[in-house]
């Protein structure tokens, strides 16, 4: 069995690492606070120069996911990176890629906002994300790591949903995990697909005459109304599929617990110092943290809900996950919200003030 490979780093740094080993083509990216060091890293790596991934910094971030969007229609693994700003730039040409059916990864290291905002951490992009950002009837799916480890999983886990579902998946990190420093295991290493690997797996890739083969059109246009009314049904048939089949979700100390936060990224970390804080003092709190945000485990919350007297849903954002949350319990237990906005990161100690002052 070989070795794994440790390594002290960054977050962004291990998602870079990350993408050059499990076979990218391609990333096409901007620089801004606080993802800047994917683009560093990749450029102080020159995969160009090892496994003939292309690597460049394009003129802003409308033009970063045009290039993924091309190079996805060609069936190829590309990926962007950026920060809650530049990712509302990119709105379009995801709406486009969503309609179209092209695979792609987009990488969000969410800072405060709205508009320019700050440099700090946030997480107040989760509408963006989960509602779809863009124009019109759609979803992606959309991953949310709160470790380092976990930034550097989830590149090959993004591109393989990505590529199952011909659908963008999105990393939905934040500045502290993107800047934080852990021990990571990095992945195994994959080459590149071949050439004749990407016909065999996407026939549906745009890829030339090459061969006598006919080109496919990939386009998210269609000027009848009836038969977009189909593409949009079709659409809506493969999110039904993914909500059944890729919702994702961990959960701490729950088997005893009567109360319940639910918390994703960086404040599931904190949450879970709060938990221990708050046992200490004889509270009996369990942790549940949605991975996938989109698809979001809806079934899931409601089944642990039934268990506990009430919910704290805590967040770096005035309030946009605690909206799913109570859906999904629809009444049945009281559920409150805890959040700091502006970039301020909230500590443990007002975790456990606000659940015992709204809850317990």
């Known amino acids: 069995m070989a070795e794994q490979e440790v390594k002290l780093m960054k977050g962004n740094e291990a998602l870079a690492h990350a993408a050059i ?16 060091e994917v683009i560093e890293t990749l450029a102080e790596l020159k995969p160009w120069e090892t496994t003939g991934m292309v ?72 509408f963006q994300a989960t509602r779809g950002g863009g124009n019109g009837d759609y979803y992606i799916i959309v991953l949310a790591p709160n ?12 591109f393989t949903l990505a590529f199952k579902y011909r659908i963008p998946a999105m990393i939905l990190s934040d500045g502290v995990i993107g800047q934080m420093m852990e021990k990571v295991v990095l992945p195994p290493i994959k080459p590149r697909r071949t050439e004749e690997e990407i016909l065999r797996e996407c026939p549906w ?3 030339g005459r090459s061969k006598g083969r006919k080109p496919n059109v990939i386009t998210s246009l269609e000027l009848k109304s ?7 049904l079709h659409l809506q048939e493969k999110y ?16 005893d617990a009567e109360y319940m936060i639910v918390a994703f990224g960086s404040a599931a970390r904190i949450a ?13 709190v369990g942790l549940f943290r949605p991975i996938t945000l989109w698809p979001f485990p809806t079934n899931e919350i409601a089944a642990a809900a039934a268990k506990v007297k009430g919910i704290l849903v805590a967040e770096i954002n005035a309030g946009q996950m605690v909206d799913d949350v109570r859906l ?11 959040g700091r906005l502006g970039g301020i990161v909230p500590e443990p100690e007002e975790m456990v003030k606000v659940l015992k002052e709204k809850l317990v």
Request: proline share 5%; aromatic share 6%.
């Open 55 to 126: 690597v460049v910094q394009a003129e802003s971030e409308v033009a970063s996911i045009n290039m993924v969007y091309g190079g996805g229609g060609a069936g190829k693994k590309v990926m962007t990176s950026s920060s809650s700003p530049g990712v509302s730039l990119m709105q379009e040409g995801i709406s486009y890629m969503a309609g179209a059916e092209v695979p792609g990864l987009i990488v969000n290291v969410q800072r405060g906002g709205p508009g320019l905002g700050t440099i700090q951490p946030s997480q107040s992009d989760y």
């Open 328 to 338: 999904a319990v629809n009444g049945a237990v009281p559920v409150e919200h805890y």
């Open 205 to 207: 890739a745009t890829t």
């Open 240 to 255: 039904r599929k993914i909500r059944e089949n890729e919702v994702r979700y961990e959960t701490k100390f729950m088997d």
């Open 21 to 36: 080993r499990c076979g990218a083509d391609g990333y096409f990216g901007y620089p801004i606070t606080p993802q800047t």
């Open 226 to 232: 009836e038969v977009m009314e189909l593409r949009n």
């Open 147 to 158: 470790s380092v480890q976990e930034m550097a999983d989830f590149v090959d886990l993004g």
């Open 272 to 284: 879970e110092k709060a938990i221990e804080m708050a046992r200490a003092e004889g509270i009996k």
